[in-house]
């Protein structure tokens, strides 16, 4: 039972294009949502959130948004670069309880 | 500061084998977790630890126990190792256990196989 979806497993982008990573989740208690950002051999980061009170939250170049009826949320990276090539995990919360999806591989092609 | 650190990054293990996962952390962090990764899936909680001495079961606990004799470390062993039991194991840290109010801090990672 995955609660929070990314259904595209890789992507490949275009430096200076945009990148768009998309996830779904299931469970309309969540109320708060985090990207974090990992690199090869190392943890993953925090990278950017979003509390369900809101639609739209942005830092620098990264953008994320949240569509509450389609229990949809987006992480846009503008204009992508190299050092973005890593794996992209979106997580939700509830309370004290933290889901993560599967992740993305993002590929920023120079 | 160096955060949260993970040792051993990789580790092969004969089915029946023990081992003692070690994490240690700096941030002076009261929660600490212990997720595990297996391919094309999320982190999965294993257990998780809201300060010395306090440990309690994530969703997938079967097969490791959990020890928080201090704030800095949060081993986490293996008694009888399963094929199972091989994917990839990261340790968290963070000062709050809401992630609405505290973001977590991810060690680097043991790489485990069991053989």
């Known amino acids: 039972d995955q609660q929070v979806k990314q259904n595209s497993p890789s992507l490949s982008v275009q430096e200076g294009r945009i990148s768009i990573l998309n996830c779904d989740y299931t469970?309309?208690?969540?109320?708060?949502f985090l990207w974090y950002k990992k690199y090869p051999a190392e943890g993953p980061t925090f990278l950017i959130s979003?509390?369900?009170?809101?639609d739209k939250n942005e830092d620098g170049r990264f953008t994320v948004f949240l569509n509450k009826s389609a229990k949809h949320l987006s992480l846009h990276i503008v204009p992508s670069q190299p050092g973005d090539s890593a794996v992209y995990f979106c997580a939700a919360s509830y309370g004290n309880k933290l889901v993560f999806g599967a992740g993305t591989i993002l590929r920023v092609k120079s | 500061n160096a955060g949260v650190t993970q040792t051993p990054k990789f580790r092969i293990l004969k089915i029946g084998q023990s081992m003692t996962l070690q994490c240690t952390q700096d941030m002076n962090h009261n929660y600490m977790y212990w997720y595990r990764q297996d391919p094309g899936m999320g982190l999965k909680l294993i257990y998780y630890?809201?300060?010395?001495?306090?440990?309690d079961k994530g969703e997938v606990p079967n097969g490791y126990n959990v020890s928080r004799s201090t704030t800095e470390d949060f081993p986490l062993r293996l008694e009888l190792a399963a094929p199972s039991q091989t994917s990839v194991y990261f340790c968290?840290?963070?000062?709050?256990?809401?992630?609405?109010?505290?973001?977590?801090?991810f060690g680097p990672g043991t790489r485990l196989t069991v053989l």
């Open positions: 979003i509390s369900s009170i809101k």
């Open positions: 968290a840290s963070s000062y709050s256990l809401a992630a609405s109010t505290d973001t977590q801090y």
């Open positions: 630890s809201v300060g010395a001495g306090i440990t």
């Open positions: 469970n309309s208690m969540f109320d708060y």
